[in-house]
């Protein structure tokens, strides 16, 4: 015996001293994914994190088809169960016909292809030296004997079958069969598995050249198989690209499985799974209900959303869905972190300051007429959802029909920097200062996530205790209660108003998907030229969040709040509370310290006497209006002094006019006239703008100016609406 093959042979039996066991090797096998796990162990999402090989889930041997089996053994080993772990027939041939030259199968029995794959360095070399290969095959076949001591043939057969390498980056029997077959190991028929156990023994090989041996393994069964038509097959799944997770439908939570991998330690070796809060049944349902709706709306150019829910008392999220997937262009965005304008959802924050500091009151007269608002902009109006004005209303009405103007005059008094800094406070990423957004803050201006808007509208529902929310399960310790941020009997008051569903009639009427069969406080919101749609809402054990809108930016046509994202909202929580009955859920929560109920009538009954909720002191049993309220302080309605409009260039200049109009009582007698010439009688018109400064003035019949209100009109390029475009 040669020195080199005497030191060959005493480090394969050192390696095999170490050879490990075959449950070992199957309990330090890795999928190429992480698995996201529900709170009841059940898959959620695969996330692929070794790209390194594509690998599955191990398959047991019992999981393997026996037509694969057979046709394996066939081609790599047919002495399998015969030899114990080499097959010195199948060595005595390889010999001779490498002493003649001619071509035969090569002697590695399955036992000794696993010992390489096993241990690099018993893997045979590619392209290589002939010493090399002596080396390694003795090495092999020395490791094989061992196995065979110590394994059964099933387990090396099992073990093999799942480390042995195919085509490309694909290794195991499960990658394969889900990438070029699409079904499990357990369904291959005996045409799959004879090219299956082609590729093994060339694995890159053109697909003629794999169809060709896939053939003579069915020859060698006695099988008559139509050659040319497998040649096509091959030739088909070995060009496919097909997706190697077998059921897509079932990737329930990819983004946040996206999310937790790249926040894992960059050190720290990535888990087999990743047991996360969310409930895979809800999931599914919240996800199914999203994409429907948004079908229905695909005609108002709608085709992105996201839904969040959340457990009030823990704050574990139950579902996150972040896109509406395939209906989407833009699918891996998270809807659920992206940062959009959040519209009248920040309201309720507003007015609980004001309750809290005492300088209103759920019954307080607000006056929703128009104001003009002087910023470092220009002149700052208001509007109405409705584009109309309500007149003096309680808070309650102006919260529960998200009135604007209301809302603004709240937040002069509150102040923007106050506000901003409560809804930081609350963890919405605002990214400037209250005096950046200025009085447009109280309608939303700001942009903020789903995730955390929802998770404000969970500190309202827990009183003012504000928490984090979190999507991985706290072993050992109960979660913390929270911070207290706001005033519990003004954050209870806030509640009632967004849970009283005569307080949004007025805008939004008495049917719609806000009502709910149990206690449930719901707001809405719609930013800006109908860009995002909300719904976020919490009965006393769950908040659910819903937007809706389009990823990109583009408006949505004709999608209101209640038509939006209500829907979805409703259906989510009525699914949490079937699952999850309470006999108590219709009830009002029980009001905290500091709290009384008082029967309050309005002056002129400006709304019906009912009874309301008060911090302890600022009870009152009679409202009144104050004297200037709802009087008229102009004679010119509109358009207010300062105004500035904007020509838009997508709208035909003729279309864009202004409104000129009067207070009631005004004299027909009177006249327009603006910058000098008269326009005619004092009656309600519309005035095709023009870019500039203009003057407008009321004169009476003897010519006097009785008003005057400047405004500008600021110009752009003017084009024609292009076909196709919705009306506006």
Known sequence: MSASVAMTLAGAGMAAHALPSFDQVKAGYR?????????????????????TALRGDWATLPQVSPALRTALLLSEDKRFYEHTGVDWQAVGAAAWGNLWNSRTRGASTVTMQLAGLMDQDLAMPQGGQQSRSVVAKIGQASTAWRLERSWRKDQILEAYLNLVGFRGEVVGISALSARLFHKYPSGLDAEEAAITAALI??????????????????????????????????????????????????QLAPHLGQRLLAAWPAKTPRPASITTTLDARLQRFARDTLRQHLRELR????????????????????????????????AEVDGVMALRQAGSTLKPFL??????????????????????????????IPQNYDHAFKGPVSLRTALGSSLNVPA?????????????????????????????????????????????????????????????????????RTPQAGSPLMNPAAAYIVADVLADREARVPTFGLSNALAARYWAAVKTGTSKDMRDNWCIGFSKRYTVGVWVGNANGDPMWDVSGTTGAAPVWRAVMDELHRRHPD?????????????????????????????????????????HLASQMGAARTLIHAPADRTIFALDPDIPLQAQKIAFTVVPGVSPRWSWRLDGKRLGPATNMKW??????????????????????????????????????PPR
């Open 201 to 250: 023994r060339s694995p890159n090989a053109p697909a003629a050249r794999v169809a060709d041996r896939a053939c003579g393994v069915l020859q060698e069964q006695g099988l008559k198989p139509d050659c040319k038509t497998l040649a096509t097959y091959t030739a088909q799944v070995l060009a496919s690209k097909r997706n190697e997770r077998l059921h897509a439908d079932d």
């Open 583 to 623: 006999q108590q859920a219709h009830q009002t929560p029980p009001a905290p310290a500091g709290l009384l109920q008082q029967t309050v009538h309005f002056e002129r009954n400006l709304e019906p006497p009912r009874s309301e909720w008060f911090i302890a002191g600022t009870e009152q049993a009679e409202i």
């Open 688 to 725: 095709a703008m023009w870019p500039g400064p203009h003057l407008l003035e009321l004169v009476d019949a003897g010519s006097q100016v009785m008003e005057t209100v400047r405004f500008e009109v600021r110009g752009a390029q003017v084009k024609e609406q292009g076909k196709g475009k």
């Open 31 to 51: 999928s190429s994914d992480t698995v996201l796990l529900d709170r009841r162990g059940q898959a959620l999402q695969a996330v692929r994190t070794d790209k």
């Open 408 to 476: 603004v005059r709240t937040l002069v008094m509150v102040t923007p920097e106050r506000f901003a800094q409560r809804l930081t406070a609350l963890g919405l990423p605002l990214s400037h200062n209250g005096d950046f957004y200025g009085y447009s803050l109280a309608l939303g201006s700001a942009e903020v996530t789903l995730a955390s808007l929802s998770n404000a509208y969970r500190a309202l529902a827990n009183g003012g205790q504000y928490g984090p929310w979190r999507v991985q399960p706290v072993q050992g």
């Open 299 to 330: 005609e108002r150019h709608v085709e992105d959303g996201a839904v969040i829910a959340l457990d009030n008392a823990t704050g574990e999220v139950l579902a996150w869905v972040g896109s509406s997937g395939e209906l989407s262009q833009a």
């Open 351 to 380: 007015y609980e300051i004001a309750i809290e500091q005492r300088w209103l009151t759920a019954a307080s007269i607000l006056d929703d007429s128009p104001v003009g608002l002087t910023t470092s902009s220009g002149l700052y």
